[in-house]
């Protein structure tokens, strides 16, 4: 079985910074996608970043410029470090990853519970 775990959530000013850590665990093969995505209250799901297994980031609209995606292959982890927060940054934010747990077969979808970033003074 695999899990994601998230980390790093918290209360932060305006202007503040985060760094969450998504770590994957279990009977893995091989990790291809890893990203994040977040959901606030009464809002719909919605990207924040993505990242290959060859280190290519994409970003969502909210992220750009803010929001460094990052993962360490060797550790099963995926990081955002997010920069200069704002109040509508508050969400819950989650990690997934597109994980093969043997050499058969396809990448699964799977997700962690989310961390909790709150955003304000």
């Known amino acids: 079985q695999v899990q994601l775990v998230e980390s790093g959530g918290g209360l932060v000013q305006p202007g503040g910074s985060l760094r969450l850590s998504c770590v994957a665990s279990g009977s893995i093969f091989n990790i291809y996608v890893m990203g994040w995505y977040r959901q606030a209250p009464g809002s719909e799901r919605e990207l924040v970043a993505a990242?290959?297994?060859?280190?290519?980031?994409s970003y969502g609209d909210s992220a750009k410029g803010r929001f460094t995606i990052s993962r360490d292959n060797a550790k099963n982890a995926a990081y955002l470090q997010m920069n200069s927060l704002k109040p509508e940054d508050t969400a819950l934010y989650y990690c997934?990853?597109?994980?093969?747990?043997?050499?058969?077969?396809?990448?699964?979808?799977?997700w962690g519970q989310g961390t909790q970033v709150t955003v304000s003074s």
């Open positions: 990242i290959t297994s060859m280190e290519s980031p």
């Open positions: 997934n990853a597109f994980i093969k747990y043997t050499s058969q077969g396809e990448p699964e979808l799977f």
